[in-house]
Nanobody, 112 residues
Framework: VQLQASGGGLVQPGGSLRLSCAAS????????IGWFRQAPGKEREGVSC???????FERDSVKGRFTISRDNAKKTVYLQVNSLKPEDTAVYYC???????WGKGTQVTVSS
């Protein structure tokens, strides 16, 4: 079982990235998948999640800027992050919270 996040990088404020979470070893379409982040010195927090019925959830601070989507055929969940702010700087992780599977994170740094 593996979840691998990728797509992070260094961007200027206002910039965009597309994060990808590649899943293997379980049926992606059977599970909720979430994106989480942890900034230096702060606790990990949930950012967005994608349910099996197509519904999604985003935390208030990213609503209108972040969009989660999934491609079950490609076994990949995406997080489109737009209008990035310095406070979005963190390591971003994808996870299957039901099975408690966590992937290695990808660093997002927003700085001018």
């Amino acid at each position: 079982v593996q979840l691998q996040a990728s797509g992070g990088g260094l961007v200027q404020p206002g910039g965009s990235l597309r994060l990808s979470c590649a899943a293997s070893g379980f049926a992606l379409d059977d599970y909720v998948i979430g994106w989480f982040r942890q900034a230096p010195g702060k606790e990990r927090e949930g950012v967005s999640c994608s349910s099996t019925d197509g519904s999604t959830f985003e935390r208030d601070s990213v609503k209108g800027r972040f969009t989660i989507s999934r491609d079950n055929a490609k076994k990949t969940v995406y997080l489109q992050v737009n209008s990035l702010k310095p406070e979005d700087t963190a390591v971003y992780y994808c996870a299957n919270p039901v099975l408690d599977y966590w992937g290695k994170g990808t660093q997002v740094t927003v700085s001018s």
